[in-house]
């Protein structure tokens, strides 16, 4: 008895996804709403930066020409205070960083490189030594020079990070056109699954490792996510489910379990009955009865209205399964919907730190930790490092030579064993075939997690030569 | 004049920062909130997993003794419902995934090795064809083979993750131990400073970027941001908002702008009065005015309540400033508030995609967007790469040799220009020397972004050979 579904390579897997996946509308958030978020329109800025000849340092306005010197100062502008008085040949104005230089002077001396001087006698009139000349615009920023009034400061289709932020602030911009982010909803199948907090578990219980999980992951994704719970064994309670992601309006629906051989894998009879099951089977380890499929559904506004559609992803039940599978197949769906212009996961290389069997029926993505690391001594990557760093011309000594990405497996790879996703920062990918791959093998990682936090090997990382 | 601070380096600065600050006290939180935290207390498993043998396959349970041949099917152990029957030699059982073994089967064959039979005359009874034997154990998970009971699923210090969300939930541990997060106030100083959303810009003003850029970058690091909003240029208005900060009881104190050489820099004369100021100007670029203090407080809980202490960060007014003293001193101060073991921004090497002219004052923070690459034809780092191909013995053709990060530059790096940080995902160490690097010279960089959103090279990045 055989799959009545086609197993499909896991390329073609992720085009069917993205082939069917449409980034969604634009709507408006207000700047401190903004993180992370994808811009749906380009940000022009109103005005330039800055908007009058500012001061880069703490000192004195001066004209260039009038060189070393001790001269009067004949007023003050400070950021935020000026006064409304030109620089004459022969005087000087206090001035603080960021201030407008007033008019007539041509140059700023910083104020390590002057000394006050006594008042005068008559009236008291400031006096302050210059000690060094300065050349024309010395320490001035000109009008526009930062951002010029009319620049496209940030394209559509950017995502916003903290300096974005900063940046929108900048030009005003703090009404912004974003695409909205996805709606996910998360659903768990099975009898036999039970809540987390069950202690102790009855005869044939596990606890439902894939809701939460699932849900942390669409939550780290920037999506709303929505839990519906565990679904029972019985195709009605199963539709009922469904119904109920329909009902809440949700672009993107996550199952696990109930897509495998059994009698009682009831996710894709009701995706058939439902809408169009564009793949059952893919050709991968772990993961291999991930199904994908689409309902058309009515918007609900009258005939007129254009329908809405929705993703649903039946993830297989065993828990690392269901980890690969959604960062593969979910994760870049939902990035395109978010706005994502390249949603698909970074990929990489990196060296295996030990050696690894491979898989002879399928290809395996292998859950490890990437870290920074210089190659083993005596290693073939060590040599390799001594090679690139004299055909690279690099200084004989230079710390930073061969320091590469290494790969350490997480263990155990079975897809009941959630431990091998522990710390897992990377999934490698590995062919096919029969054998092992040797230590030190360079292979393909994809990212799966901020490389911000990984392992720090043991005495560093070297910093450039001089630093 | 000088400035009364003696110029330190920024390694030194950092380790000043890290001895000031310690890790937050434990908090409990349930799991829903335990993404990105840092467990405080190891989490042991109550109980094994599996917690009976269990079928990794949808199939029958058999005696693996048997061998080919048709066999009844006296009961079913599927997941969540288990028929009371013991499968002795010469019968099956029906099992789905995950399902319990029954008693006397010590083998699981897969159905798709299986043939279903037409039902025997007598009384109805299921049979089928058992196509391929057993080895004892086969497609079985023993008990406690994924976790056993009593094993450290997760270690006191392990940052909670998607994949440790889930592992927390199959072990039932809904409720946990994790540090708390850092209360961080954000608060910009000046009276030029306006709020972002003015239009048209008075005279002489300039809008507020560091705010929101500062309060994103805190609420990104995991921390509870807090709005103090805009300090005008007089030592009591800006002594109000330190004990607005003070009163809120927040942890850190972040001001920008007023740390400079001018006679209305407030801050650090305020912190001399208040607290203690390990250090006022740094040797860096940008970020030399960069100022730390502590606070030590009483805790308003009586006399023998013990104090409670304040981080004081004064960075520079500067945007761009801000944005890498953030990342370089403050980062990773949150970070070890919130119980990370290695608070330090990640270290990787990377070769730069174009000359880099040096700063001959001081060590330079260069904002550049990192991204996997090839290098450039004809390039030494492309002669390089052939070379550590031949000495790792990497396969000649090997599409992965060669590949490493590159670093493009942001451009203009004035400290004013906060376009110099978009898109940035690293900081370059720079030495502070005469002169230029050239393209393709190896330099080490902090990651202060994602890469999992880092630009895709033209062609993609060609997986394992063979995948």
């Given at each position: 008895?055989?799959?009545?579904?086609?197993?499909?390579?896991?390329?073609?897997?992720?085009?069917?996804?993205?082939?069917?996946?449409?980034?969604?509308?634009?709507?408006?958030?207000?700047?401190?709403?903004?993180?992370?978020?994808?811009?749906?329109?380009?940000?022009?800025?109103?005005?330039?930066?800055?908007?009058?000849p500012?001061?880069?340092?703490?000192?004195?306005?001066?004209?260039?020409?009038?060189?070393?010197?001790?001269?009067?100062?004949?007023?003050?502008?400070?950021?935020?205070?000026?006064?409304?008085l030109p620089v004459?040949?022969?005087?000087?104005?206090?001035?603080?960083?960021?201030?407008p230089v007033p008019p007539g002077a041509?140059?700023?001396?910083?104020?390590?490189?002057?000394?006050?001087?006594?008042?005068?006698?008559?009236?008291?009139?400031?006096?302050?030594?210059?000690?060094?000349?300065?050349?024309?615009?010395?320490?001035?920023?000109?009008?526009?020079?930062?951002?010029?009034?009319?620049?496209?400061?940030?394209?559509?289709?950017?995502?916003?990070?903290?300096?974005?932020?900063?940046?929108?602030?900048?030009?005003?911009?703090?009404?912004?056109?974003?695409?909205?982010?996805?709606?996910?909803?998360?659903?768990?199948?099975?009898?036999?699954?039970?809540?987390?907090?069950?202690?102790?578990?009855?005869?044939?219980?596990?606890?439902?490792?894939?809701?939460?999980?699932?849900?942390?992951?669409?939550?780290?994704?920037?999506?709303?996510?929505?839990?519906?719970?565990?679904?029972?064994?019985?195709?009605?309670?199963?539709?009922?489910?469904?119904?109920?992601?329909?009902?809440?309006?949700?672009?993107?629906?996550?199952?696990?379990?109930?897509?495998?051989?059994?009698?009682?894998?009831?996710?894709?009879?009701?995706?058939?009955?439902?809408?169009?099951?564009?793949?059952?089977?893919?050709?991968?380890?772990?993961?291999?009865?991930?199904?994908?499929?689409?309902?058309?559904?009515?918007?609900?506004?009258?005939?007129?209205?254009?329908?809405?559609?929705?993703?649903?992803?039946?993830?297989?039940?065993?828990?690392?399964?269901?980890?690969?599978?959604?960062?593969?197949?979910?994760?870049?769906?939902?990035?395109?919907?978010?706005?994502?212009?390249?949603?698909?996961?970074?990929?990489?290389?990196?060296?295996?730190?030990?050696?690894?069997?491979?898989?002879?029926?399928?290809?395996?993505?292998?859950?490890?930790?990437?870290?920074?690391?210089?190659?083993?001594?005596?290693?073939?990557?060590?040599?390799?490092?001594?090679?690139?760093?004299?055909?690279?011309?690099?200084?004989?000594?230079?710390?930073?030579?061969?320091?590469?990405?290494?790969?350490?497996?997480?263990?155990?790879?079975?897809?009941?064993?959630?431990?091998?996703?522990?710390?897992?920062?990377?999934?490698?990918?590995?062919?096919?075939?029969?054998?092992?791959?040797?230590?030190?093998?360079?292979?393909?990682?994809?990212?799966?997690?901020?490389?911000?936090?990984?392992?720090?090997?043991?005495?560093?990382?070297?910093?450039?030569?001089?630093?």
């Amino acid at each position: 008895m055989g799959s009545a579904y086609k197993m499909i390579p896991i390329p073609e897997a992720q085009a069917i996804v993205l082939a069917n996946t449409r980034p969604l509308g634009a709507v408006t958030v207000g700047l401190a709403g903004a993180l992370g978020r994808v811009l749906a329109k380009e940000v022009l800025a109103p005005d330039s930066l800055p908007p009058f000849p500012a001061s880069i340092k703490d000192g004195y306005a001066v004209v260039s020409s009038d060189g070393v010197g001790e001269y009067p100062v004949v007023g003050e502008s400070r950021a935020g205070h000026l006064d409304d008085l030109p620089v004459q040949p022969g005087t000087v104005a206090y001035i603080t960083t960021g201030a407008p230089v007033p008019p007539g002077a041509d140059a700023v001396i910083q104020v390590e490189d002057t000394e006050p001087l006594p008042a005068a006698g008559e009236g008291g009139q400031r006096r302050v030594r210059i000690n060094k000349a300065a050349r024309a615009g010395q320490d001035i920023r000109p009008v526009g020079s930062d951002i010029m009034q009319g620049d496209v400061v940030l394209r559509a289709g950017e995502r916003v990070g903290v300096a974005e932020v900063g940046i929108l602030a900048t030009v005003g911009a703090v009404q912004l056109r974003v695409h909205a982010t996805p709606k996910v909803a998360v659903l768990s199948t099975g009898d036999e699954v039970v809540d987390p907090a069950t202690r102790p578990l009855g005869p044939g219980q596990i606890r439902d490792a894939n809701r939460s999980m699932l849900l942390a992951a669409a939550a780290r994704a920037g999506a709303e996510a929505v839990d519906l719970g565990v679904a029972r064994d019985t195709a009605g309670h199963l539709e009922g489910c469904l119904a109920a992601a329909i009902a809440q309006r949700v672009d993107v629906l996550i199952t696990s379990g109930g897509v495998s051989m059994g009698d009682r894998d009831l996710i894709k009879p009701l995706l058939e009955r439902q809408g169009v099951v564009h793949f059952g089977r893919v050709w991968m380890k772990p993961g291999k009865p991930l199904t994908f499929a689409t309902l058309e559904l009515p918007d609900g506004d009258g005939p007129a209205a254009p329908g809405r559609q929705m993703l649903v992803f039946g993830l297989p039940g065993n828990p690392v399964s269901s980890f690969v599978c959604f960062h593969l197949v979910v994760l870049p769906a939902l990035r395109k919907m978010a706005g994502w212009a390249a949603p698909a996961l970074r990929r990489v290389a990196a060296r295996l730190a030990a050696p690894l069997r491979l898989d002879p029926e399928r290809p395996e993505y292998h859950r490890c930790t990437l870290q920074w690391s210089p190659p083993p001594p005596g290693s073939p990557a060590a040599a390799a490092a001594a090679a690139v760093a004299t055909a690279a011309a690099e200084p004989p000594s230079s710390p930073l030579a061969g320091h590469e990405l290494w790969a350490v497996s997480t263990g155990n790879q079975i897809s009941s064993r959630l431990l091998s996703a522990r710390s897992a920062n990377a999934l490698l990918e590995l062919p096919c075939a029969e054998g092992t791959l040797a230590a030190g093998t360079l292979v393909s990682a994809l990212l799966i997690d901020d490389l911000g936090g990984m392992p720090v090997p043991e005495g560093g990382v070297p910093t450039t030569p001089g630093f």
